[in-house]
């Protein structure tokens, strides 16, 4: 996964928790996801700074594989058709 687009703190935890494939790592998952607020960058102007657009892009697709691996665990762990994620 690309690094966060230098946010090392949300980098770090997103690294430990797909390294992790126990309870742990889930957790780590859930807390790097709860730092999300929104689309990265939200309320710049991207014509001022049209050069962080492939930075943001890759925060995003940083952000889905997190959560896009959360959600393929919690589903493993309940099994087929157990219904929505539990928190």
Same mark, same amino acid.
Do not use: F, N
């Given at each position: 996964?690309?690094?966060?687009?230098?946010? =090392?703190?949300?980098?770090?935890?997103?690294?430990?928790?797909?390294?992790?494939?126990?309870?742990?790592?889930?957790?780590?998952?859930?807390?790097?996801?709860?730092?999300v607020r929104g689309r990265p960058s939200t309320g710049i102007d991207l014509q001022r700074y049209a050069w962080a657009e492939p930075a943001i892009q890759?925060?995003?697709?940083?952000?889905?594989?997190?959560?896009?691996?959360?959600? =393929?665990?919690?589903?493993?762990? =309940?099994?087929?058709?157990?219904?929505?994620?539990?928190?």
């Amino acid at each position: 996964m690309p690094p966060l687009g230098g946010l =090392s703190h949300d980098d770090r935890l997103a690294r430990t928790g797909l390294s992790r494939h126990d309870e742990d790592g889930d957790l780590v998952l859930r807390r790097a996801l709860a730092l999300v607020r929104g689309r990265p960058s939200t309320g710049i102007d991207l014509q001022r700074y049209a050069w962080a657009e492939p930075a943001i892009q890759e925060m995003v697709s940083a952000i889905v594989d997190v959560a896009y691996e959360l959600s =393929s665990r919690r589903c493993e762990a =309940s099994g087929p058709l157990a219904g929505p994620l539990k928190t």
